[in-house]
Each structure stands twice: as C-alpha cells, then as structure tokens.
C-alpha cells in the first residue's frame, strides 16, 4: 500500500497537478472573515498551480499597483488551443482575417466586484471558479467541454482592498448582527469606487480611469458572447437576476432579450427549491451604455447584472425579517446564479453562437438605425474623441475630399446643408462595432419607460462640442486613415508663441508653463498678425515677459510641444486689434488650489476633481478634509474649490471663507456645493431673481397639488417624474467674450443631473444660461422643461476683490464630457 501511494504523488508529481483546494480548505476563514487581496490571488494561483483546467493572465495594474487578473477556465486541451480558439472566435465575426482550425467554442466571461465594498461578489469568484475546475464535478467537466469561461475575479482591487482592510480593522471576534456597529458603517469614502474615487460601474464606454482601458483591452480581443457583472446592493434586498427591467434601448436585440428570460425561468427554479428570496424584470434596466451589462449588450454580448443584499452586510448582518445575513449566504446564492449562467451558455450553445454571428454580419451589412454615417467637423477636440473611438474599438477615418451635403446638426437639432471637408472625422455604421457607434452618436434615443434611473442622453458631438451632422446614406466619400500632421516651423527667433486654447492640451500646457513659473498672457479678443488669427483665450508667452529664462525658444517649444498647433510669432505688432504689449493680453496668476474633501463632501464629484487636477492637467493642489478646515492657512491660497457636498460651515467659517473672496480669492463652488452662498448677503445667489418668478412658481405648484388630490397611489412614481430630470443634455447660451466660455464653441451643451435650478441672477454675471425654447436631448420632466427656461447654469458673483464661480451643473459629471474639462480649465486658469 506503501510502494503503491509513493508511486501515485509520484505520478501526481510528474503531472504537476494534485487535487486543487476548495476555498474553506486552502482559507480556513472563507465565509466568516473578508478575504484579503493578496489571498484571493494565493487562492487562484493554487488553482493555477493544481489544475489543468484554468490559465492565468495578467492584464494590468491599477493606480495603486495591485494586479489585474484574469482567469481562462475550460477543457485542457481547449486551453492548449486557446489562442487559436479565440482567433476563430473573432474571425467568425469579422474582426480576424484568416480562419483558423480550431472548434468554436461558446465565450462567456464573468466579472466580479467592480465596486470594491460588494466583497460577497469577490468571495463568490473564489466558489465559482473552484466548482468549474474542481473534479469531482462531472456537470461543470461537461459544460467546460463547449465554453471558454474568462473569470475576472476583481475589477476593482483598489476599492475592494480600501473595504477588505478597513473591515479587517473594525473586526473583533464578536459579529454584530442585530446592533448598529462601526462594521455596519463604512468612512469617507468608502471602497465602492476606485483609486480617484470613480465608479467603474459607470465607465465602460468613457474609459476614463485605467482598470477599464486595461480591461476593455482585454475584452475587446475576446469579445465574449455573454457577460455576467456580479455585484451587491442593500442588504435587506432580495437576490437580484435578469431579465433587467424596461427600458431596454431599441438597439438591445431579440436574441439577448430572449437569453435573460430564459436566464430568469432557469435560475428561479433553482432558488424556488432552495426556498430563497428573489426578483427580476423591476429595477436594473438597459439604457446607458456605460454599465456592466449595457456595454456588453451593445457590444453584440448577453450582458447581464446580478445583485445580492450585502453592501453594509459587513461579516453578518440581521435583515428586517429579522434573519441573519452571513458572508457565506451572499456567496452560496452568487454561486448558484453565476454557475447557472455558464450552464445556460452551454444548453443554448448553438443558438447562441448562430445569433451573435448573424448579429455582427447584419450590422456590417444591413445596419438599422436611422444614420448610416456621422461627420464631425475638423477640429482640435477631435484628438480625444478620436482616442475614445479607438479605446471602444469604433472604425473611423478623415475625409479626402470636398462634398456638398444635407444631414442633421447636432448643434441646432434640425436637418441643413454643410459642406463635408478634407480631415473631417467620418465615422460609418457598417461596421462590426455598429450597435456601440450608433448608441454613443444618436441624438435622441428613444426611451419605452422613462423611469430610468440613469442619464438618458450622452451623444459624443455635444460632449466633444464639436460640429457635427448625421447623414442617412451611407456616404461615398474618399477618405484616408491619417491626418497629416504639421510640425510648427522652428523659429530660432521668437519674439512670442501664441498656444490655441480650445482642448485638454491647451490646459495641460498652460499648468506646465505655470509650473515653471513662466509668464503667460491670454487674449481676451481676436486679434490679427499677419494672416494669424489669434482667437481669444489663447496663450500668449512673450521673450519679453520672460527675460530670465534661459534658451527661450528650447525652453517654451519643449513644454508645449504636446500642443502641435502653436505658432511662433516674430513681431508682437497686430495688423489689427492691439499689440501684444496692449491691454487685449493680461498677464495670467497661477492658481494656488485648495480642495475640501471628506464627509459631507460627495465622494465621487470631490473624486472627478481629483482625478481631473492629478490627472488630466497635471497641476498640484491641496487636499484638506472639511473636518479640519480650521487648521488651514487660507491665505495661503487663492482659489478655493467646492465639489457638490453639503457642508456644515459654522458661521465663523463662513465669514473666513467670505474674507478669503474679499481679498481677491476664486472659489468655485460645484452643484449643491452652491447653497453655501445663496440667500446669503453680499452674494446674488438666489432661486427668483424677481416677486413675480417667485409668485409664478408657487401657482404652478398650488395648480399641481390641487390636480394631486384626484390621482391614484399606484401611479404616484410616475407623477414623481413630471419634475424630474434623470440626465438630459440641455442647450446653452453663452456669453462669448467671457473668458469662461472660451474655447467652448458658439454654444455649450450642459449635462443636467438634478432639478436643481435657479433663474437668471440680478447682480451677478450669468454667463452661461439656458434660453427660452431651448433644445434638449433625452428626457426631463414635462414641468421640469418648462420651468428650466431662463435658468443659469455656469455665473460669476463679484464680491470686493474677489468672486465665487457657480457651477450649477458639474462639467466633469463621470470625466466623459470633453468640452466640460476646458470649461473647467477656464474657470481654474483664465477667470481673474
Ligand atoms: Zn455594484
């Protein structure tokens, strides 16, 4: 018996594989205790280590260096042809040119915890994974057979590590199930979000933040034919599985409707048998195209959210039906639904592989939406929106030629004739990717419920603020693949450069320049030298300002080479319009920045503040949290930034803050972060600027509560909405010469989240304003839209030497809207 075993470890040996664990036996506190980061990771490699039915991958490191992993799990011998099985994979739909030997196989692709403190989803991977590898199950042996699963176990280390750790802190040996505890009461911020406090379950389309770039990388090589995003929700919610609830976009097609009804009778019967709570078809819908399961969806995938009680939950929690909720029951029921989705995937194989096919080839041949090609006029912005099409794999070109057209005008909502010109962006919708084109460039998007709990409008040429227009043909035009690139004429004798300002590149110019503590004029009109025109807010940086910088021309060409339309200018005399020793050019003050952030401030906004400073300008600031506002010197600053958050200020704080603008100092005050100042003396913040707005208002509530008495309770949600704005893009009027508006473009299309309004101030500057029978996209309430006519969303309030800069709307809402970071940029850099 002996001779017998020694030869089996020594067989077990040579393979290299012995039994791989299950997760209670490789972590003795699985169920009980928040796995650590580092653990989940051991627990995989083990698998790696143990078994010949799962492969590893590295794919990227997140801001705080923590990997990014995914797992292949399937047959061996399919994972000894996984290279070839993916490249048939995307050659049977058109992303591939050359077939290749290997069997199709059915892709699906599971994604765990992408918000960091729904820790019952990363827990559940570990289960998940170890059912589909683990031997002595015959049934996942077989599914495996037909399906390539790709297992991210973590989207988000950074935000689960933020929770694990922090939970591990607070945890003593008692659970505190039925009390109020720390254990229960996650701080500021709190593991939801990543790094830059961003919600990644909001990025997919924008790729703002680098776990999505990396894994959209990934994702787009395999382009899985379902995808599964596993996360958690309030504890005391029953189990959440498809089908999502309506509104569906139209461009969700009948095959991934079908595929989350199906998935909805299959896995209720498994939680009718186990006598678990659950629902379906009610809160998670499709629409946005940002989501975990909308991105996928329009990415020609079944994509799909799964949702357990637990976020709170820490190790045990009591619900209100008076049961306790553990660790170990959020992972049994994930587990359960998530295995389910790979059984599914496996029982409708044939049906699935033949529609995702036909979906890709219908799209490239037969797209059917309303526009077949978009154009976007030439302009500097177009360098980001051209990463972004890139990042989401979108096919575009430039136009090689000049054509007479009519199409619709983004910018003034109507059809009209334009001319289509040589390095105009042209994008066209027969492509594999159509369905994401279509959904990220459609005006107006039809909504079959406007119960959405989501923004309903987010077409990139109002983001970008580019001119643009849908054509319905498919447009012959000669087009070439690059834009020729000038390289600006080295002049060895400088007297000025003159930088545009019309995109990032501008501001991330201008912070470099600030840095180095060189000098720089803005234009506060257009001005001519020679044939160059310079238009207002560009930069000015003259070798007379800047008299001790050493190797002039070397020094300025090397910090602003990243902006390539800069110009040289050899004379500081204008054919019109004033020298550039003239009053036209003031000299620009660096910002010194201070941020409050902490509880009371809302994480994600105080985040896309962060992320926009740290990252997309480069420009230091300072982080204080509210809580220790006292201890800040604010003269040592001269601008103040107020992300959206409800701030207690005492009224000693308040009058500091009121000195500090007196004295000169900016502060720009973000969302709700604006009722700090309003109704308040000294400041002309007020929601009626006159009696008779006022009076107004309240008659059209008092008619409204008069006509509520008669409605019924059933539809009182749907009565809600009337006043109510989810997210919709609204035309704005601006105030050109202003130099918070440079660069913008003639109008500025704003992104309005909240109802919150405030009609045209008396007293201050109201720079940026929504027009009587303004244009809007998406959905607002019918009052809403009514009583949003001649409301503010971007004014400047003068007070002694200083001012506050009222942002009404959030131009950096998720980071995505380009034209929302230079006005951004302005009122950081060019508002003195
Ligand atoms: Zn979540």
């Known amino acids: 018996m002996n001779r017998f075993f020694n030869l089996l470890l020594l067989l077990i040996g040579l393979t290299g594989f012995s039994q791989p664990k299950s997760p209670t036996e490789f972590l003795p506190n699985y169920g009980k205790q928040v796995t650590y980061y580092h653990q989940v990771e051991a627990y995989f490699q083990q698998l790696v280590q143990n078994s010949d039915w799962i492969a590893y991958q590295k794919y990227g490191e997140t801001t705080q260096e923590r990997n990014l992993n995914a797992y292949y799990i399937s047959t061996p011998d399919n994972l000894k042809n996984l290279e070839e099985i993916r490249k048939n994979h995307l050659y049977e739909i058109g992303l591939y040119p050359v077939k290749s030997n290997a069997k199709s196989k059915t892709i699906v692709w599971l994604s765990f915890n992408v918000h960091g403190n729904e820790i019952g989803a990363v827990e559940s991977a570990l289960s998940v994974a170890y059912e589909l590898v683990n031997p002595n199950n015959k049934e996942t042996k077989k599914w495996l057979e037909d399906i390539v699963v790709i297992l991210d176990p973590c989207l988000n280390p950074d935000g689960f590590s933020r929770y694990a750790n922090w939970l591990r802190d607070v945890s003593g040996r008692q659970t505190h199930p039925g009390v109020s505890d720390r254990e229960h009461m996650e701080p500021w911020p709190g593991g939801r979000q990543n790094h830059y406090v961003y919600d990644l379950n909001r990025d997919w389309a924008w790729q703002t933040q680098v776990e999505s770039q990396l894994r959209m990388d990934l994702y787009h090589e395999w382009m899985p034919m379902v995808h599964a995003d596993v996360h958690e929700m309030g504890y005391n919610e029953p189990y959440f599985f498809p089908p999502a609830a309506e509104p ?200 079959s419920d406007s119960l959405s709990y989501d923004i309903t409008a987010w077409s990139l040429p109002l983001a970008y603020g580019v001119e643009s227009f849908a054509v319905k043909g498919n447009l012959p035009i000669k087009t070439k693949t690059k834009l020729a690139t000038v390289n600006p004429a ?118 896309q503040v962060w992320f926009f400073m740290d990252q997309v300008i480069e420009y230091p600031m300072s982080i204080v949290e509210v809580q220790y506002f006292n201890r800040i010197k604010l003269s040592d600053y001269n601008t103040l930034i107020l992300p959206e958050g409800w701030y207690g200020f005492s009224d000693g704080q308040k009058k ?175 508002v003195e």
């Open 656 to 830: 500091e803050i009121d000195d500090f603008i007196a004295k000169g100092g900016k502060v720009i005050a973000v969302g709700g972060a604006v009722s700090q100042f309003e109704d308040r003396e000294g400041y002309h913040l007020t929601k009626f600027a006159t009696e008779e707005e006022k009076k107004e208002a309240q008659k059209l509530q008092e008619e409204a509560e008069l006509a509520d008495r008669f409605l019924d309770f059933e539809n009182s949600e749907r009565r809600f909405i009337s006043g109510y704005i989810p997210g919709a893009i609204i035309e704005n009027t601006i105030d050109s010469s202003h130099p918070l508006t440079f660069g913008l473009g003639e109008k500025y299309f704003s992104l309005k989240t909240t109802q919150s309004n405030f009609k045209l101030l008396k007293g201050a500057q109201n720079v940026i304003y929504v027009p009587k029978n303004y244009q809007s996209f998406g959905f607002i309430g019918n009052k809403l839209k009514k009583t949003l006519q001649e409301t503010v969303s971007f004014a400047i309030d003068y007070r002694g030497n200083g001012k506050v800069i009222y942002m009404i709307d959030n131009p950096l809402f998720r980071g995505f809207w380009e034209n929302g970071n230079l006005l951004f940029s302005n009122a950081l850099f060019l």
């Open 248 to 447: 569906y976009h139209e461009q969700i097609a009948p095959f991934q409707r079908d595929f989350h009804k199906k998935i909805g009778e299959i896995t209720s019967k498994k939680f009718d048998k186990e006598g678990w709570m659950y629902y379906s078809g009610e809160r998670f819908d499709l629409f946005y195209p940002s989501y975990g399961d909308t991105y996928p969806c329009y990415n020609g995938a079944v994509g799909m959210t799964y949702e357990q009680g637990g976020i709170g939950a820490g190790r045990a929690v009591m619900m209100k039906n008076g049961d306790i909720l553990t660790l170990q029951d959020r992972i049994a029921h994930h587990t359960k639904a998530i295995l389910t989705v790979v059984e599914l995937s496996y029982v409708q194989k044939e049906v699935l592989t033949k529609a995702f096919r036909a979906y890709f080839k219908d799209n490239r041949t037969k797209p059917k939406g309303k526009y077949q090609t978009y154009i976007v006029k030439n302009h500097p912005r177009n360098l980001e929106l051209s990463k972004l099409l890139n990042r989401n794999r979108i096919e575009s070109s430039f136009a090689d030629e000049t054509k007479k057209l009519s199409g619709y005008h983004y910018q003034t909502n109507q059809e009209k004739l334009f001319t289509v010109e040589p390095n105009d962006l042209i994008i066209k919708v027969d492509q594999p990717r159509s369905v994401i084109t279509q959904v990220l460039f459609e005006p107006h998007h039809k909504l």
């Open 490 to 607: 080295k002049i060895t004798n400088a007297y000025a450069y003159y930088i545009p300002w019309n995109n990032r590149s501008s501001a991330r110019v201008l912070s470099k320049l600030h840095q180095q503590n060189i000098k720089v004029r803005t234009a506060l009109k257009e001005v001519y030298f020679g044939d160059l025109k310079v238009e207002r807010g560009g930069l000015i940086v003259t070798k007379g300002d800047n008299s001790k910088v050493q190797h002039f021309e070397e020094t300025i060409q090397h910090l602003i080479q990243e902006k390539f339309d800069y110009v040289a200018l050899e004379s500081g005399f204008a054919k019109n319009g004033g020298d550039l020793g003239g009053e036209s050019y003031p000299l620009l003050k660096a910002p010194k920045v201070l941020t409050l952030a902490g509880s009371g401030v809302s994480n994600t906004d105080f985040g």
